[in-house]
């Protein structure tokens, strides 16, 4: 950690911030500069994260050196994770091939659903029995009937099953149905949530909140590894940025950057990203481009009746289309996609 | 709504898209103009909010007329409301003054504040004992202790108190507590936890989130008054942007858009706002002078040894200089701010 | 166009609308919906472009059905161009290869960078002559010494050559030396700058402005169009972002946004994008894997002594292993990259 | 400046990096923590500004200590500047009231809105005769023309007129008509432009970019500076944000940012930081109270027939109840507003 002091900062000034940190177990080198004075602090800084040190008075800037994430950190685990989802891997060379329709609407609809994509080539089915609504009185989901159905229509396809938690008291109920547990963008940042799906034993698929940096989305990972649970894969879906061309901007760069700073997997949804059919396959493509970990798509047979995010849906046929090219660049790029038993 | 459709649509096409609509009831408008064909809708439009209309094959753009929030606009309600927190009133004319430490920290600390404060003019007493945040590793409150201790202080000095909820398990216990319950910045769209306060007979203060519009701020404090509960006030605390000079940007506009759009009453944050003691005063006054129906202050006497965000508060000699220069413009402005009895 | 009428509106105010419109020798369509009037305009909307319609009481919003380019418009031009920069073509299924340093430092090191890119498959020579610099203080540049260094470099190796202008008053002087015209972020809107390259034979490379929407760029590429040139490339190079991890904030998804609505070639600069080299390889890709056609990266042979950007800069190695990935995507995405004559 | 070092980073890449740095004349102090090496730089941080240490092998981050603007920062000029724009005073203590329509449109209409302003309380009158307009089929302004109707009006009633250049030919032309010279936000990094109207003797009004961070700001008006101009105001006039429910966000925070770090005056532009009349007058007073130096405010007797931006401008009698109300507030925080001659 690096503490610059104001210009005109006193003597006494100093003595009181060296004092504060010493007294905290750790020691200082001062290093008087032209213009500026700047205390180094040596020993372990994860003791003065949580110490208000910008607030002593003298104090201009206080720069850590170490990131606040140690667990997610690349430092703490040089090598790439790969997550198991009931025998689908994710990170480390796999590539996951996630893709349902937004929420689970009926057992007819899924399982027509599935057996689309499933023939395509995806390895996950998603869908979602509580939903995230904007609006009170828009549809909210099926609840534990949906995660019945899902459970189903997955167990008849040989496909694991994602499908979101959103309330803290729902966590156990979750996790007796789901493969892996989503965590929506709204909920990036809700503590609470990120605990209890850090006791649960399931993979979590934790999606970045939509005005989160790749760091607090790190930090919102360490929350669930800190609880216990390593199994955490990554989304990147889409920032907010003021050109409203589509629903928000997908911010590709996000994956290089994630795995500079992380071992953690992380993939893409184009779906949430964009919110335009139009846009989801060329930046599916850049996704894996990019190096991302696998693909997350919503499709639907029929979108029009769609209760939820119809009109960014992908039709079967256009899924198949898009999967087919994700597999070819998969191969350019020695990216491996867990096979199913088919069905 | 108009309903646009796209160039080269056809006719059976526009048939479709008419029939859908009048299966809900509704009856349409066909214009036919030079380059593009349009669709009015006529009746009630809040049967359609939830209706995919955007992928029906044909369909360009869907634009809606009503705002989706009903409750909280000003169409609904043309009166601003006026909020009674324990005696404390809001909006309508009256200012509220909010203010006190990040975190309840100890009888003693929060009982100088407390008194500190009350001299200088603040009329609602805060302090969290549920902290949201970002790091796992970092101080998460006092929990019910901490409740018990705001209750007390907040007792002693005749002052209501406002703490924050973060779990929808936990708003039962906080509810018994407190006589205003916040819900924070990073909740603004946990729709359990704003379910579960809708549910509570204390007024709400709901915080805009980071990279929430005003619209969707409104749509939150739909999901409360939904429920039953009609006291909420909204509060501007800041949102993302690019220049990173300040913690997050101060949009005071805000405040007077919110009011054209909504009843309810919104007072502003410069202390999350800002993040900077240096920025909050000037931020503040600016809050007032764009009619802002009250003023939330984060006022630490120490805060150096603070155990959340002291870098960021005002001590109490910076607030009392501040909340004398609120006074002579809420004079000017003809506000008013409920005097409290005298500790 | 549509405009929607305030909900209270009066008759005369809606007559007075509807005159002020058919003056303009346009025809009307009143519908009166539950909550709203609206008029539908029939007619050539263009004409109505520079009225102040939402100034005219009674006017809630004023929604255009075209978009305000119309050269630029893919309605206007269905198929996508090709713009031929002295022999090497871009857009239309053609990858333009566009390399070098950022600012021309001197002969022997930029035929030094040239042979090295050229042979690792660049087909474009670029650098900058003149230097856009946010201080006043730093290098700008070595001026028409370094254009004419540029304009041999590049006849030496059989590259064509980009570089920018920044001052209409020397878009003379660089016309004379330059095979391509760039325009810089920072210049997407000076509107005399695009007039006076819109009046030259080269082609332009217009580079997106840091806070400019997809539809910002189109309208300044109509500036250089309506003066006659048609030959512009437009180039994705990053935006303003909350994330600052990155320099700005690469948005692959303008370039299928810009391919649904104009005909015009997009390239992408993963080098201004980020800024960082770590990154630069795989937004490159995923700028080719979304249908850019071209890829834009500075390229250094000693970034640390380089006199402007060095931090930014790909090695002469680096840019030979990204390249060759590169031409992998354009075969596996039926590209073509023009040869040059082997020097 | 303190260059922080990447762990891992060998002896030999130490030595490097000091040896790049002593000589450029600068010592240096080596800091070897526990997880990182740290070396502070010395000497006069401004001759290693344009330095890419940053693509030295080892280095990890470069941190400046100094602000790169020297002449616009408040450590070289503790004292705030006070710019006289012929008689009129701009900061210190002094309040200037900006007003004028968007653009300079006859003589007749400019004299009838000038006398309403004044009347109201304005002393300074803007007009604009080039406009920088987004679509090149949109209205451009008088030219010359309009600079002299705006001379004769603002003459006849004793008003200093301010008006905006685009072009660095025509700033002599310009120069010649104006009391002070605009920059616009397009412009702001339109560096052949700054240079030259740094060249003036004329007052710049230099406003800031809708993508600019503050610090961009201060150093463009480093730009006209440097040139020996003294007189720069600066002015706040929205930036981009994810919500667009105003035509930008307007950054009050921004005032006191500014203020900090700078001796130059700022203003602020409600006019186009919104684009909307219902915000204008809220914003405008927020600016004030914030300790702006002054108001540009757009102002039309009849914005449906307006050139330019009409649905933005105030009526004649909005800005002079607007006014009466900023007299107050200025009244009230000891500012001073200079008096023109009646007229």
Redesign the interface.
């Known amino acids: 950690m ?1 503490i ?1 002091l104001k ?1 005109g900062v006193s003597d006494e000034q100093i003595e009181h911030v060296i004092r ?1 940190i010493e007294d905290m177990g750790l020691r200082t ?1 001062l ?1 008087r ?4 004075t ?1 205390i ?7 003791r003065l ?2 110490a ?6 003298g104090v201009a800037e206080v ?1 850590p ?2 990131p ?2 140690k667990l997610a950190s690349r ?1 703490a685990h040089p090598e790439s994770s790969v997550v198991d989802v009931a025998g689908v891997k994710i990170g480390g060379g796999y590539l996951g091939m996630i893709a349902g329709p937004c929420a689970v609407e009926g057992h007819e609809r899924l399982d027509q659903i599935a057996g689309a994509i499933k023939a395509a080539g995806a390895n996950l089915l998603r869908g979602g029995a509580f939903k ?8 909210q989901g099926m609840g534990e009937e949906g995660l019945k159905i899902l459970r189903d229509v997955g167990d008849k396809h040989g496909m694991p099953v994602v499908t979101e938690v ?4 729902y966590v156990d109920l979750v996790e007796r149905y789901a493969d892996m547990i989503q965590i929506g963008a ?2 990036m ?4 949530l990120l ?1 209890e799906v850090g006791r649960t034993k399931k993979p979590v698929l934790l999606k970045r ?3 989160a ?4 989305l790190l ?1 919102s990972a ?2 669930i590894l ?2 216990g649970n390593p199994n955490v894969v990554l989304c990147e879906r889409g ?8 629903r928000n ?9 994630t795995k ?1 700073l992380s071992h953690l997997p992380i993939i893409v949804d184009p779906s949430h ?2 919110g335009r059919p ?2 989801i396959p ?2 599916a ?7 991302a970990d696998g693909v997350h798509i919503e499709v639907h047979n029929c ?5 939820s ?3 960014q ?1 992908l039709l079967p046929e256009q899924y198949a289309k898009l999967a087919a090219t994700i597999k ?2 998969a191969k ?1 790029f020695n990216k491996t996609i867990s096979a199913l038993t088919p069905s």
């Open positions: 690096i610059i210009s504060r080198h290093s500069g032209t213009y500026r700047i180094g602090v040596i020993g372990d800084e994860a994260q949580d208000p040190l910008g607030a002593i008075p720069i050196v170490l606040p994430y430092e995230p609504r904007t609006s009170p009185y828009a549809y959103m309330d803290p008291r709204r909920n940042q809700n503590f609470s605990t909140g939509m005005s940096t790749v760091v607090d930090m360490e929350y800190s609880q920032i907010k940025s003021f050109d409203t061309s589509a901007l997908f911010d590709v760069a996000a994956v290089p950057t500079g990203a964009t139009d846009l060329a930046c493509l850049a996704g894996v481009a990019a190096g979108p029009e009746q769609a209760m995010d119809g009109p849906a070819e660049l350019l």
